[in-house]
Structures are given as C-alpha cells and as structure tokens.
C-alpha cells in the first residue's frame, strides 16, 4: 500500500511539475531562480494532492484539483490576477470586442465577498442602480462567501432574459439592498458624445475596448463637422469607467496630445512588460496593417481647452488617460480621486485553451507617477454628495501591490502637481433619503441632475476665458 501511494505521489509531483514548466514560469523569474523548482514544496503539494484524491469524502476530477490549484495560486498574488478556464477565456475576448451575456458589472473580490468595481453604463446592473463598493452577499439564494471570482461570474452570466436577485451590502444603509435583474446582452457603446451646446463638446468613454480610439476620433470628427467651426471646450467623461485595453487607453490619449507625447511607460520583470507608448500609430494601432484612425484628425482638437472628469470607478486604463493628461497639463481633472489600480495584466492563453490573467508590470504616469493604492487627485474637486469614506478603493483591496513611489499607500501623492487646485466645491444639503429596500436608479450623465457635469462645464468656460485673456 505504501509503494503504491509513493509511486503516485511521484507521479503526482512530476504532473505538477510539467503543469509548472507549461507556465513558462521561468520567462518571469531571476536568472538565479531559472532551474531552482522549490522540490520540497512541489512534494508537499503532491502529497496534499494525493490525500484529497485518496481520502475526501467524495471523489474529486484531477482536473476539478488542477484547476483550483491554479487559480488559487494565481488569486493569492493580487486582486486581478485569475485563472480563466476555456469559457472564462471566452468571455473574456468577447467582453474587448463589446459585446457579452450577463449583468454588466465589473467586480473584484474583498474579504472573501464580491464587490462592485463599477456597473457598466447601460446594463441591467446600471439601470438597475448598483454602485461602486456594493458588496454582493448572495446570488439567489447562495452566498458568495467562499466562493471564488470565477465561481461568482459563472452564477452571474445565464441566457438573455433570466433573471437573478442580489442581495448588496451597502455602506450607509441600515439593511442589505436587493436587486431583481433580468440577464442581458451586454452590447457595451463605448463611446458616447453630443454637442451640450454650440462650440462645447461632450465625449464620455465608459470602457476601453477594441475599438474606443477608433470610435473616439469618429465621434469627434462628426461633431466637429456639426459644429461647423473649432470647439471652446472639450469634456471627457471618464467617470465610473473601469478601464480595458492598454493600446486603447493609448488611442484616446493620442487624439488630444501632440504626436509622439509619452503616454504611459510600465516597468515589469520580463522584458517585454518594459515598454514606454506615445502618441504614435504604432503604439495605440493592434495589430499590423490598420489605417491611422488619426491621420485626418482635425488639429485643432488637439488645443481645444479640456477637462476630464473622473471618480472613484474611474479605474486603471481610466486612470492611464487622465493621468498624462494631466502631466502634460492638457487639462485640467475634475471630479472626485480615482480608484488607483495602476498595475497591467497580460492575458497569457496556454496549450490547453485556458489561459492566466497576470500581473506582469506596473505603469506610470509620463512624469515618472505611479497610481496604484492612490489614484489620480483631481485638480479641481467635485464631489458628487457620496461620503468619501464609504468608497472602496485599490487600497481597500487584500493583497493588493503596493507603491513603489510612496510607502504609504492610502495616503493621496503630495507632489506639486497632484495638489487639488481648489477645496471640493460642496452642493447644497439635500434631505435625507429614507432607507429603502429598493434602491433608487443612476443619475444619467450630462443631464440637469449631473452636478458634476454642470460644475465641470463651468470650469471648462472658464478655461476657455482665460486663453483667449
């Protein structure tokens, strides 16, 4: 019985092994680690693995093990690290290109929870009236603690036209919340834009997708034709957008910054994570052999005065875009602090048809800014009558990275050009909500409700006076 159980506690060992080496583990390690395998850990594992297989209460697939394994390994890292098995994998090449099933929210895990990151505009999540920091408790009727992210996902997505209730906790609110929503196809319209009025231009960007830039330089190009002569101001609405596509995020900065301007630069372990991208078609164009959405771009566009609005849910490529505006002093930001994760994930497919979504760099700003646990400080701050300290952030989340430029991660950059040029414009007091169990629907943006937008386009005249003083 003993050699029995060694010799498949060897043959356990070398199946972990070979599923190590197919990780390409050595692409990302120190030269000094490259054939250094941690033996005596490998060993353990197996064993472990040989318990469950031998002893659980009910028999488990090697696969169902492998799987779990893996995607704790990858969890336990950071927050947006995961393993994604062949239909993960699939949704989420489905999600870049705009179009997917489910309720249409963005979420991350915290002490063991589902917690909204952002709900994207015009789902059933958003309609519905689901915020940034809404805790998920149960899905139906099945607690999400203990479940992992994937798990969660799974039980979210179903066929257009089901419905599911979410229970949500919420901060500020005496009892949980629930949520009767009805699944969907989730056809996210990236881009979004009208003239609010004569000479003033509105572009919100909810997610950065395969085709936001191209969208971008499109949807302005028509407004500019439209309006028949060049803009007074620009508003981009980056609120509650929890970023995407690096390249894209590339593509949006490029329409307004001069061409070849820094936009981000990342630092990361494997050579291929160090990159510095600019304004340039080879650095926001995926894939070779595609037309410069930008090589007709009316020019003028480029020095239009510009405010950006952004908020807690304004998250990573959000955060890439405001940021070097910012440094380049293009405009001026305004809204609330944003959410800080200023780290990028690289999607690496496996042999198999699963892939990992890792961690492999960390960007900064083009003044040498790193976000992450902080996040981009407006220039100007609006609030928008949420209580600050109901807000989750990438410094709320466990094991999330750290700062390498400050070791104080909650504490906002000090640095001149991150000072708030202006205390927080307060709004009058507004009488106190009753609580309810049904929440109250979102605000629309750029509407009469929108008081941020309505600060926003006060700041963006008044930029407008000034250079023309």
Excluded: W
């Amino acid at each position: 019985m003993r050699s029995k159980f060694e010799k498949f506690t060897l043959i356990a060992c070398g199946a972990i092994i070979g599923v190590l080496i197919s990780l390409n583990l050595p692409v990302f390690a120190d030269k000094a680690e490259k054939n250094n395998l941690p033996v005596d850990e490998l060993r353990t594992f197996a064993e472990v693995f040989g318990k469950i297989k031998s002893d659980y209460v009910e028999p488990v697939e090697d696969k169902k093990l492998i799987n779990e394994a893996l995607n704790g390994m990858l969890t336990g890292l950071d927050p947006h690290s995961s393993f994604l098995n062949t239909e993960d994998f699939k949704d989420l090449n489905q999600a870049t290109q705009g179009e997917f099933g489910g309720l249409g929210i963005e979420v991350g895990m915290e002490d063991g929870f589902v917690k909204v990151v952002s709900p994207i505009e015009d789902s059933p999540a958003y309609k519905a009236g689901l915020k940034s920091g809404d805790l998920i408790m149960k899905l139906d009727e099945t607690s999400t603690k203990g479940l992992t992210l994937n798990d969660s996902v799974k039980k979210m997505r179903g066929k257009p036209g089901t419905s599911i209730v979410l229970t949500v906790l919420r901060k500020g609110e005496t009892k949980p919340l629930t949520f009767n929503l009805v699944r969907a196809i989730i056809k996210s319209q990236s881009v979004k834009g009208k003239l609010v009025e004569p000479n003033y231009a509105y572009v919100r960007v909810a997610q950065f997708q395969e085709h936001t830039g191209e969208d971008l330089a499109k949807l302005l190009k028509n407004l500019r034709q439209q309006n028949k002569t060049p803009f007074k101001g620009i508003l981009l609405d980056l609120r509650n957008n929890p970023g995407g596509l690096l390249n894209a995020a590339v593509g949006v900065s490029a329409a307004f910054l001069p061409k070849g301007d820094l936009v981000v630069y990342t630092e990361g372990r494997a050579q291929d994570s160090k990159m510095h991208l600019t304004a340039v078609p080879g650095d926001y164009l995926k894939g070779g052999g595609k037309d410069d959405y930008l090589k007709d771009f009316p020019e003028d566009i480029r020095t239009t005065p510009m405010a950006v609005l952004v908020n807690n849910g304004s998250a990573s490529a959000s955060e890439i875009v405001a940021g070097a505006l910012q440094d380049h002093k293009r405009a001026l930001i305004v809204g609330m602090q944003s959410f800080g994760k200023g780290s990028v994930q690289s999607i690496l497919p496996m042999n198999n048809g699963t892939a990992i979504k890792m961690t492999t760099a960390r960007y900064f700003t083009p003044k040498g800014r790193s976000i992450q646990a902080k996040g981009i400080v407006p220039d100007i701050i609006v609030d928008d009558g949420s209580d600050p300290s109901f807000m989750t952030k990438e410094a709320d989340l466990t094991n999330h990275l750290s700062n390498p430029k400050d070791t104080d991660t909650n504490v906002a950059p000090k640095d001149k050009d991150s000072k708030p040029l202006a205390p927080p414009i307060k709004k009058p007091e507004e009488e106190k909500k009753k609580t309810s169990d049904t929440p109250s629907g979102p605000i629309e943006p750029a509407s009469k409700a929108d008081k941020q937008f309505q600060e926003a386009m006060n700041i963006l005249k008044g930029l407008q006076i000034i250079q023309n003083k």
